[in-house]
């Protein structure tokens, strides 16, 4: 796969949402929340600052995040589902 997210962009893969609850029945697809959990695959550069200087990310390929429920923005690329989003939209790193 080849995406390469601009500036202070990054490219999630959310996990699954569990199948199963904690005392044990199934969760139907229809009743699944949205997940809010992801590995980033890809980040862009980082975001420019006024004066023009780089700001770094603070996120990495391979960290796994917690983000918005609504955040991003949902593409598919090569059959995979993506989401998109600034690394403002990322809540925490686990």
Do not use: H
Not at 30 to 49: D, R, T, V
Not at 61 to 89: A, F, H, N, Q, W
């Amino acid at each position: 796969m080849s995406i390469k997210p601009l500036a202070d962009r990054v490219v999630v893969q959310a996990l699954e949402a569990a199948e199963k609850t904690a005392g044990g029945l199934y969760i139907p697809d229809n009743a699944k929340e949205k997940p809010q959990k992801g590995k980033i695959i890809a980040a862009g550069p980082g975001k420019a600052s006024d004066a023009g200087t780089l700001i770094k990310m603070e996120v990495k390929v391979g960290d796994t995040v917690l983000y918005g429920k609504y955040s991003g923005t949902e593409v598919t690329v090569d059959g995979k589902d993506l989401l998109i989003m600034r690394e403002s939209d990322i809540l925490a790193v686990i």
